[in-house]
C-alpha cells in the first residue's frame, strides 16, 4: 500500500529545515501553554524549499462544529465566503509557538500565548483553530497568499475559555474539556452511533469488527493484529480471498474492498470493511480511500494541495492511507 511518507530528514527540505531545527527561528518563552508530538510527513516525492519554512495556529472565524450539512464539505481553509460570514473574514494566524523537528521526522510543537484578541469566540466561549506550514518566500515572518505548504491534516486545535463536562449540551467535543488548549483528531463523530457489526450476507464473518484471534471474527474470517502499514488497534476481522476470489467479486457485498495486507509477516490479500463516511467505521478508525482504517498518527504534512479533514465524520471520507487489490 502506498501511503503518507514519513520524513527521513535527509536532504528533503533543503535550504529551509535541517535535521533537529525549528521550523521557527522563536527563542524559548518559558513554560509551553500546551505542547504535542507526532511524525512530520510528506504526500510523496523530494519537497525543496528555498524559503523559511514557517507553522503556526490559524485560529478560524466561524464555529465548525456548528457547520449546517450543506456547508459539511467545505474545507476548513478556504470557502468562507459560501458560509454567509461577514466580508473579510479571515483566518488569524498566532505564531507564538515552537516547532522542533528530530530525526526521522518526529515533530514537538509548544504554544506560548493564549489566542490573538481578534480570534474568533464560539458561543461556549471556545475558539477553533488549523495548523498550517507556508513557505515564507518575501520572509516577513507572516503569512501571505501563495504561500501554503502543508499542515495537520486531521487536527483540530481549540482553546477553552472554561472548563466543560463531556455530558454538557453546549460541549461539541465529545470528552471532558478543561480550561486552555486541547486538540482534536478529526472526525468527530458529531452524534452519529457508533455503528455495529453484524455477518455479512452469504458469509460468516464480521468484517471490520475488534477481535484479539480468529474465532471472534466468525467461522471465516481471519484476525489481524497489524498490516502493512503497522498495529491495528484492537484487532481487525478481515475475510480471506481463498474464501471469495477475485473472480466472484461480483458476490462481494458492499461492505467488501480487497486490500493487499499481511498476516505474520505473509503476504495476505483479504476483503476489508468498506466505507462512504467515517461515521460507518468503528471507534478509532476513519474511513481512508473507502476502507476503515486506523486513524494516523498526529502528523504535519508537506503538500501545497492539503486539504483539511472535514470536522464531522459524516462530511467525507479522508484521502490518506491506500489500499491495494487488483
Known amino acids: 500500500m502506498a501511503g503518507i511518507r514519513y520524513m527521513a ?13 525549528g521550523l521557527l527561528g522563536e527563542q524559548y518563552r518559558g513554560e509551553p501553554r500546551f505542547s504535542y508530538a507526532g511524525q512530520m510527513a510528506t504526500a510523496g516525492g523530494e519537497p525543496l524549499y528555498t524559503h ?24 476548513l481553509i478556504d470557502g468562507f465566503e459560501r458560509l454567509g460570514l461577514a466580508p473579510g473574514a479571515a483566518l488569524i494566524e498566532q505564531s507564538s509557538i515552537a516547532v522542533d523537528v528530530a530525526f526521522p521526522g518526529y515533530f514537538e510543537l509548544n504554544v506560548f500565548a493564549e489566542p490573538p484578541a ?37 487536527q483540530m486545535v481549540y482553546f477553552a475559555r472554561e472548563a466543560m463536562a463531556e455530558s454538557a449540551a453546549e460541549n461539541p467535543l465529545e470528552r471532558t474539556v478543561s480550561a486552555g488548549y486541547g486538540l482534536i483528531e478529526l472526525p468527530l463523530r458529531c452524534g452519529e452511533p457508533l455503528p455495529t457489526y453484524a455477518t455479512e ?3 460468516d464473518v464480521l468484517l471490520g469488527a475488534a477481535c484479539t484471534g480468529d474465532a471472534a471474527c466468525g467461522g471465516q474470517g481471519v484476525c489481524l493484529e497489524r498490516d502493512y502499514e503497522g498495529i491495528l488497534p484492537g484487532g481487525y476481522c478481515v475475510l480471506p480471498l481463498e474464501v471469495l476470489p477475485e473472480a466472484d467479486e461480483d458476490l462481494a457485498t458492499a461492505n467488501m474492498t ?5 498476516k505474520d509477516g505473509v503476504e495476505l490479500k483479504a476483503w476489508y470493511r468498506a466505507c462512504g463516511s467515517s461515521a ?16 494516523q498518527l498526529s502528523s504535519l504534512m508537506l503538500d501545497r494541495d492539503i486539504r483539511i479533514e ?4 459524516i462530511e467525507h471520507e479522508v484521502e490518506q492511507r491506500q489500499p491495494g487489490g487488483g
Not at 530528514?9 to 531545527?21: E, P, S, T
Not at 507553522?55 to 474545507?75: C, N, V
Open 9 to 21: 530528514c535527509a536532504g528533503l527540505l533543503l535550504g529551509a529545515l535541517g535535521c533537529g531545527d
Open 52 to 75: 523559511p519554512l514557517r507553522t503556526g495556529i490559524f485560529w478560524l472565524p466561524y464555529d465548525p462544529t456548528a457547520l449546517a450539512l450543506e456547508d459539511s464539505e467545505a474545507t
Open 118 to 154: 481578534d480570534a474568533y469566540v464560539a458561543e461556549n466561549g471556545v475558539s477553533y483553530g488549523v495548523l498550517l506550514i507556508y513557505e515564507d518566500t518575501n520572509e516577513n515572518g507572516v503569512f501571505d497568499e501563495g504561500e501554503l505548504a502543508g499542515g495537520g491534516p486531521s
Open 201 to 203: 450476507e452469504g458469509f
Open 258 to 262: 480487497l486490500v493487499e495486507t499481511e
Open 280 to 295: 460507518e467505521c468503528r471507534d478509532g478508525y476513519t474511513c481512508q480511500n473507502d476502507v476503515c482504517l486506523p486513524d
Open 310 to 313: 472535514g470536522t464531522c465524520a
